[in-house]
């Protein structure tokens, strides 16, 4: 009886999850507030879901048994674990869900909380409630949740990612991961080189991973920094100036062409001027 009842509460457990993690996936939109065991799978979720994703291709590898007669493959480098890993969760009827991990730091309760609200104050908001989370264990890393607005912009499709990246631009490597309960154009997969940063996208599902890294080969990089390709304004603007200068520069000679053919005397009025003489 009692293994029977242990196994039960295991079967509704491994349920609840399974239903849990299809609704976070962004397969659906919900507006009622998570139940209780559905919010501590949500924080279980925001914590490790970027781990998974970042050490997913080692796994994989390191699973794969080599073929009977192959030669040994060497075990990949060491995985480029970032320096800041945020999970959002979106929602476009309520506040985003967000946990900030610290993988490779020792953080402090007042650094946290000066992140959480630099990050606030980037997003036009005031400082939300945060909650740390101490290590669990040797291996483990401080978190922090908190509930934030304007990550997202569910009526222009936008992704406010350049609010992070001037937040932790101290760092060398941060990564943001986002979930979208509902439907939002996703930016395609892509690398490219935008100094000081360089930017890889890929879109997972019902979300995204940004993952930039910082160049602070010359200290912290000030002024504003953003993740958005470059749409080559200044050059456009440059071009539409040069082409109306070559066009102001034709019309002004046309015109003097013009007036200078008038004020000049026909032909046949000069050779009868000249025989008068």
């Known amino acids: 009886m009692m293994s029977f009842e242990r196994t039960a509460l295991r079967d509704r457990s491994a349920s609840d999850a399974s239903i849990h993690l299809w609704v976070a996936s962004g397969r659906t939109a919900r507006s009622e507030a998570p139940a209780p065991r559905a919010r501590r799978l949500l924080r279980a979720a925001l914590v490790t879901l970027p781990l998974l994703l970042s050490h997913a291709p080692v796994l994989a590898q390191q699973g794969t048994p080599p073929a009977t007669g192959s030669t040994p493959v ?117 690398e490219r080189d935008q100094p000081p940063l360089r930017i890889r996208t890929q879109p997972a599902g019902s979300g995204v991973v940004f993952d930039v890294w910082i160049d602070q080969s010359k200290g912290t990089p000030e002024g504003a920094l953003s993740v958005r390709p470059a749409d080559g304004s200044g050059f456009l603007w440059l071009a539409v100036g040069g082409t109306l200068l070559v066009l102001g520069l034709s019309a002004l000679l046309i015109w003097y062409v013009v007036v200078g053919q008038k004020r000049r005397p026909p032909a046949h009025a000069v050779s009868h001027a000249n025989e008068g003489k």
């Open 74 to 190: 060497a075990a990949p480098a060491q995985k480029d674990v970032p320096d800041i890993q945020m999970t959002v969760f979106a929602y476009p009827d309520r506040r985003e869900e967000v946990a900030i991990s610290y993988p490779n730091q020792k953080p402090t309760d007042e650094q946290v909380r000066k992140d959480v609200g630099t990050l606030a104050q980037a997003l036009g908001m005031a400082a939300p409630r945060v909650k740390i989370n101490p290590p669990a264990g040797k291996e483990g890393f401080v978190t922090a949740e908190a509930e934030l607005t304007g990550l997202t912009n569910w009526s222009n499709g936008q992704i406010n990612v350049d609010a992070v990246v001037h937040t932790f631009r101290r760092v060398k490597h941060l990564q943001v991961f986002l979930l979208f309960s509902g439907t939002i154009p996703l930016p395609p997969a892509g």
